[in-house]
C-alpha cells in the first residue's frame, strides 16, 4: 500500500513554490531579456536590409550618373572636334583667300613695275633716237618740235608693242 509522507507533500508543495519562483523571477525577466534580444537582432537585420537596399540604390544613381557623365563627355568632345574642324576650314579659307589676294597684289605690281620700266625705256630710247636725230640733222630745233617728235615715237612704238602682246 502506499503510504502517505508528509515530507513528500511538503517537498512537492516546495517544488511547487519554487517552480512559481523561478517561473516569477528568473524565467519572466530572462525571456523578457530573450525577447528583447530578438527583437534588436531582428531590428539589426532589418535595419541591415534597410542600409543594404539604399547602398544599391546609391550604387544604381552612382551608376546612373557615370553614365551621363560619360555621354556628356563624348558629346563635349564631339563638339570640340566638330569646333576644330570648322575653325581648321575657316583658317584655311583665310590663309587661302589671302594667298590670292597677295598673289593679285603681286601681279598688279609686277604688271605696274613692267609698265614702268617699259615707259622708261621708250622714254630712253625716244631721247638716244632725239640725241642721234639732232646729230644728223645737225641742229637742234625747236623744243616744240622735239617734244612732236618724241610724242609721235612714243606712239608708235606703244602701238608696236600693243600688237606684239
Do not use: H
Request: glycine share 0%; charged share 35%.
Amino acid at each position: 500500500m502506499l503510504r502517505f509522507d508528509w515530507n513528500f507533500l511538503f517537498m512537492l508543495i516546495n517544488l511547487i513554490i519554487f517552480f512559481l519562483l523561478m517561473k516569477r523571477f528568473l524565467f519572466k525577466p530572462i525571456m523578457k531579456v530573450m525577447d528583447k534580444r530578438k527583437e534588436m537582432i531582428d531590428n539589426q537585420f532589418n535595419d541591415a536590409e534597410n542600409a543594404n537596399n539604399q547602398a544599391l540604390e546609391f550604387k544604381k544613381q552612382y551608376e546612373e550618373k557615370i553614365e551621363n557623365i560619360n555621354e556628356e563627355s563624348e558629346s563635349i568632345i564631339s563638339d570640340a572636334r566638330e569646333s576644330a574642324k570648322a575653325e581648321y576650314a575657316k583658317i584655311i579659307d583665310k590663309a587661302e583667300a589671302d594667298a590670292e589676294k597677295l598673289k593679285a597684289v603681286a601681279k598688279k605690281q609686277a604688271e605696274t613695275e613692267c609698265e614702268n620700266e617699259r615707259r622708261m625705256a621708250r622714254e630712253d630710247i625716244a631721247n638716244l633716237a632725239m640725241e642721234a636725230a639732232a646729230k644728223v640733222i645737225g641742229a637742234n630745233v625747236s623744243a616744240e618740235t622735239n617734244s612732236d617728235i618724241f610724242d609721235e615715237f612714243l606712239n608708235e612704238s606703244s602701238e608696236s608693242n600693243e600688237s606684239e602682246n
